[in-house]
C-alpha cells in the first residue's frame, strides 16, 4: 500500500469526514434521529457529541419533515447543516422539504438565497431489511433539479465526496451504501477532496464501457475483472453525483468504447440507467455498434427472504452476462 | 395597512377587471390588522417566513409595492426576478424575509431551522412565521411546533385563522377547543387574539409574545382570528359563507376601526387621510405601468439559479 494510506471502512471514512469539517468549519453542524448519544445507527456520527457538544449535535423527535425543514432553515441563515434520515425509505416522509423547497429556493427566489446543506441517507438493499426499509429511490430526485444528489461506491470516495458536499453552497442530497459500511478500502491519511458533478473512470477499458454507482461500483469491477479473464477490457465508469450528472464523461468514453452497459440499484423503470441509456441514445448514438443493455432489479417491491432478496438485486454475474451479450 | 388594502385591490382589478395578472394570487384584503400588528412589534432584523398570501406581510415589513407588482406580472424587477409569481413575491432577503412558501404548513419546520441558527449564534434576533388555519391540521405543524419547544428555539408562530381552509370552515376541520389551545399542549406561551381585526390588540399580543422570546424563554404562539375580505384565491368569490357572517366581519374591517380611532383621536385628519390615500394610487399606478413595460428574463439565464456552482445545461456536451 502507498505511503499516508490506510484501510478503514466506508462508516469510518465518513465519520472522519464529519469530525474533519467540524473542526474546520463551526457553521457546520449535526442533527437527525439517534446521531448524538447513540453516535447514528450505522455508527456514522459516533463521536461527535462528546467533542463538538450538544449545541452542534442534536438528536432529534421522530421527525423527518422538521429534520429536513430544519436543514433548509439553518442553511437559508447561513449555517452548513448536516442532517441524517436515517434510511431512504424515510425520506418520502421529507419529500416536501426537499422535492419542493430545498431544490427550488434558489431558483424561485431569483437567486437571493443559497442553501448550503447537506442530507445524509443510506439504503439497505442487500441486508434482508424487507419491502420499507431497502428502497433506493435516487432516481426519484432526477426529477427535482436544483438538489444535488451523490452517492459513494467506496470508504474513499464517501470520505472526499461528504467532505466536498459540506463545503458545497446548494442542497445535497448524500446517499450511503448500507451494505458498505464495513466495508474497508484504502483511504489518504492527508486531506483531499473529491469534486461533486464529476464520475470517475474507476478502470480504464477498450471494448465496453460500462456505467455504475453506489453499491453497483463494486460489482462492476469484480465484473470487470471476470470479463478480463476472457479477453474483454471494461471501462468502469463511477457516477458518483447523478445530478447534476457529467454526461460528458461518459459520452467520450462511449465513443471510445462503443458499447455500454449501465447498472444500478434503481429498478429498471425510469431509472438512473434509463436516464444515461435515453441520453446516450439521443445525443450519442452514431458512436454505439451495439444496443445499450441496462443491468437493474426488476420493477418490484424489495423482497425480504435472503435468497430471494439476493436473486433480486444485480450482481458481477448479470453484469458479466449482460457484457457477453454485447461483445460477443 | 392601507398600501397593502390598495395593493390588493389593485391586484384584484387587475386580475378581473383587466385581465392583465393570470396564476393564483392569494389576496390579504380584510387580514391586514395581522400583518401590521405583527409585523409592526418586531425588530426590522428579526425574520419573517412567509406565505402565498403574503402581499400583506411584505408590504409590513417594507418591500417596495413595485417590486412586488413586477413580480406579480413575472418581470426581472420582481422581487424574485419573475421566478416566484405571487405566492412566493415576499420573499426578500435584504428585508429579512428568506422564505414565502406556497405549501400549506411548510414554513413552519423551516422557520425552526431559522430559530435554531439564531440561538446558535447567540443572537437575540427572533423568527416569525405565518400560517393559516388550514396549516394547524398538517404534519408539519406537529412536527415543527413539538421540534421548537422540544429545542425552546426563539419562534413567533403566527397563526391567522381566517375561519376558512379555502372552502372548508374552521370547525368542520378543527379538533379541539382552539387554535391557541393546541399552541399551548407544547407547553409553549400562547395568545388568542380574537379580534384580529383590532390592529392595536395584536400589537400588543405581538409584542408580549415577542419580548417572551427575546428573553430566552423559547417559543411563543399567537393565533390571530380574522376574516378575508374575497375568495381564497383571486377567482373565488368565497359563495360558500353564509351572509350573516360575511356581514358581521365585514363590519369589523381593521382599517375603518383604525382611521376611525386615529381620526377622533386627532393623529390623522381626514384631509391627511385622502392625501396619503392619493399617494398611494400614484405609486401603485406607476408600479403597474413600469412593470408593465419592464423585460422579462432571458431565458437562458434561468440556469444560473439552479446552483451556486452554475448551471449544468442539459444535453451541452457537443
Redesign the interface.
Given at each position: 500500500m502507498a505511503s499516508g494510506v490506510r484501510e478503514i471502512s466506508y462508516a469510518e471514512a465518513l465519520n472522519e469526514a464529519l469530525i474533519e469539517e467540524m473542526r474546520r468549519d463551526d457553521r457546520v453542524i449535526v442533527f437527525g434521529e439517534d446521531v448524538g448519544v447513540f453516535g447514528g445507527v450505522y455508527k456514522v456520527t459516533k463521536g461527535l457529541l462528546e467533542e463538538f457538544g450538544p449545541e452542534r449535535v442534536l438528536d432529534t423527535p421522530i421527525s423527518e419533515a422538521a429534520i429536513a425543514g430544519t436543514a433548509i432553515g439553518a442553511a437559508l441563515m447561513g449555517l452548513r447543516p448536516v442532517a441524517e434520515i436515517m434510511y431512504v425509505d424515510f425520506l418520502t416522509l421529507a419529500t416536501d422539504m426537499l422535492i419542493t423547497h430545498a431544490a427550488k429556493l434558489r431558483f424561485m427566489s431569483g437567486g437571493q438565497v443559497k442553501l448550503p446543506m447537506v442530507i445524509r441517507t443510506q439504503y439497505s438493499l442487500g441486508r434482508a431489511h424487507g419491502c420499507q426499509h431497502s428502497q433506493f429511490l435516487a432516481a426519484c430526485f432526477l426529477q427535482s433539479p436544483g438538489i444535488k444528489v451523490v452517492l459513494p461506491g467506496t470508504p474513499k470516495d464517501a470520505k472526499g465526496l461528504l467532505k466536498s458536499a459540506i463545503r458545497d453552497d446548494d442542497p445535497v442530497l448524500f446517499i450511503e451504501s448500507g451494505v458498505l459500511y464495513r466495508l474497508k478500502g484504502p483511504v489518504p491519511e492527508d486531506e483531499y477532496l473529491i469534486p461533486l458533478g464529476k464520475c470517475d473512470v474507476k478502470r480504464e477499458g477498450e471494448d465496453v464501457t460500462i456505467v455504475a454507482v453506489a453499491r453497483t461500483v463494486t460489482e462492476a469491477l469484480k465484473a470487470a475483472d471476470k470479463l478480463a479473464e476472457e479477453g474483454i477490457s471494461a471501462e468502469v465508469i463511477d457516477l458518483m453525483t447523478i445530478q447534476p450528472m457529467d454526461y460528458d464523461t461518459i459520452v467520450k468514453s462511449v465513443m471510445k468504447t462503443n458499447r455500454l452497459v449501465i447498472a444500478d440499484d434503481s429498478v429498471k423503470t425510469c431509472g438512473i440507467s434509463a436516464e444515461v441509456s435515453a441520453y446516450i441514445s439521443e445525443f450519442a448514438f452514431d458512436y454505439l455498434d451495439a444496443p445499450i443493455i441496462r443491468v437493474n432489479s426488476p420493477p418490484l417491491p424489495i423482497p425480504f427472504s435472503p435468497q430471494l432478496e439476493k436473486q433480486y438485486m444485480i450482481d458481477s454475474d448479470k453484469i458479466v452476462d449482460a457484457v457477453k451479450r454485447l461483445v460477443k | 395597512m392601507l398600501e397593502a388594502r390598495r395593493f390588493e385591490e389593485m391586484v384584484e382589478r387587475l386580475f378581473l377587471v383587466e385581465g392583465k395578472l393570470i396564476g393564483p394570487a392569494h389576496l390579504y384584503l380584510g387580514e391586514e390588522a395581522v400583518a401590521a400588528g405583527v409585523i409592526g412589534a418586531l425588530r426590522e432584523d428579526d425574520?419573517i417566513?412567509s406565505t402565498y398570501r403574503g402581499h400583506g406581510h411584505a408590504i409590513a415589513r417594507g418591500v417596495s409595492m413595485k417590486a412586488l407588482m413586477a413580480e406579480l406580472f413575472g418581470k426581472i424587477t420582481?422581487?424574485?426576478?419573475?421566478?416566484?409569481g405571487s405566492m412566493?413575491s415576499a420573499?426578500?432577503?435584504e428585508h429579512n424575509i428568506?422564505?414565502a412558501?406556497a405549501?400549506v404548513g411548510?414554513g413552519?419546520?423551516?422557520?425552526?431551522?431559522?430559530?435554531?441558527?439564531?440561538k446558535?449564534r447567540k443572537e437575540d434576533r427572533i423568527?416569525a412565521v405565518f400560517f393559516g388555519d388550514g396549516a394547524v391540521n398538517t404534519?408539519?405543524f406537529?412536527?415543527?411546533v413539538?421540534?421548537a419547544a422540544?429545542?425552546k428555539l426563539p419562534i413567533l408562530f403566527v397563526c391567522e385563522n381566517n375561519l376558512y381552509a379555502l372552502s372548508v370552515p374552521h370547525k368542520k376541520s378543527f379538533a379541539g377547543e382552539s387554535i391557541a389551545a393546541r399552541g399551548a399542549c407544547y407547553g409553549i406561551k400562547s395568545f388568542l387574539v380574537e379580534d384580529g381585526n383590532d390592529v392595536i390588540a395584536v400589537y400588543y399580543a405581538a409584542s408580549k409574545a415577542a419580548e417572551y422570546i427575546r428573553s430566552g424563554n423559547g417559543p411563543a404562539f399567537i393565533e390571530c382570528r380574522t376574516y378575508r375580505k374575497k375568495g381564497h384565491g383571486v377567482y373565488d368569490t368565497a359563495w360558500y359563507r353564509p351572509k350573516d357572517e360575511v356581514e358581521f366581519w365585514m363590519k369589523k374591517d381593521p382599517i375603518d376601526r383604525f382611521f376611525k380611532k386615529l381620526k377622533s383621536l386627532g393623529i390623522i385628519t381626514e384631509d391627511e387621510f385622502k392625501r396619503w390615500d392619493e399617494e398611494i394610487a400614484s405609486i401603485l399606478e406607476e408600479a403597474v405601468k413600469e412593470a408593465e413595460e419592464a423585460p422579462i428574463m432571458p431565458f437562458d439565464e434561468?440556469w444560473?439559479?439552479?446552483?451556486?456552482?452554475g448551471g449544468?445545461r442539459y444535453?451541452e456536451?457537443?
Open positions: - | 425574520v417566513v420582481g422581487t424574485c426576478k419573475g421566478l416566484s412566493h420573499l426578500s432577503v428568506p422564505m412558501t405549501i411548510s413552519i419546520p423551516i422557520a425552526c431551522g431559522v430559530g435554531l441558527a439564531l446558535y423568527a404534519g408539519a406537529n412536527e415543527g413539538n421540534l422540544v429545542w434561468m444560473d439559479y439552479l446552483y451556486v456552482s449544468a444535453g456536451w457537443r
